[in-house]
């Protein structure tokens, strides 16, 4: 079965513009389009069928991108969404993904670019772009607190390695910082990774921004 879309977007134009694009990739259709959050989650309270991924605009009147995404996510978990922007503001990304986007675009991407994104959502469950990667890593700082470890159950040393390796240092850069051997940090790694439930560091960096266990 084709891959369902639906659109969230306040601008008629953007939105059939879309439409008309994702249509002419393969197994892709669009299932709905709306002019704003209420307006979608209305739709879908009606008992519409539910679509594989969302394209979710930020800046909509009534119900915005920001407070859509945690609705979703908290009434549709199974929903994706992918969220669509003018502005690579970093606030507004880590905002969304702590929301539950599943990856942020920028409305001026290439069309290759969202195509690529629409198929690492439904094969991968994600996408995370270098754009998006670089926005996070660069500017994360320190951690909320220890409580906020047992969310996957970290040591103190695994929770320490998590912290520096959510940074732009090389794994033997983080050996050389935390004083112990470049196959002690295998270890680390190789165990937030199976914790976090991540197969990459980018995945392991998105999973921490998300439970609050780095903020910015």
Known sequence: MPVSIAIVDDHYLVAEALSNLIQKFDNYEILLIAANGRNFLDQLQRGNQLPDITLLDLNMPIMDGFETALQLRQQYPSVRVLALSMTDREDHIVRMVRNG???????????????????DVMTKGFYYSDFLTSQLVRN???????????????????????????????????????????RTIDGYREAVFQKMNVRTRVGMVIEAVRHGLIDL
């Open 140 to 182: 994360l700082n320190a951690p909320l607190g220890n409580g906020s470890i047992s969310s996957f159950n970290l040591n103190e040393r695994e929770y320490e390695f998590l912290k520096v390796a959510c940074s732009e240092l090389t794994y033997n850069d983080i050996a050389d910082k935390m004083c112990v051997s470049p």
């Open 101 to 119: 986007a599943r990856g942020y675009l920028l409305k001026d991407c290439r069309p290759e670019e969202l195509h690529q994104a629409l198929d």
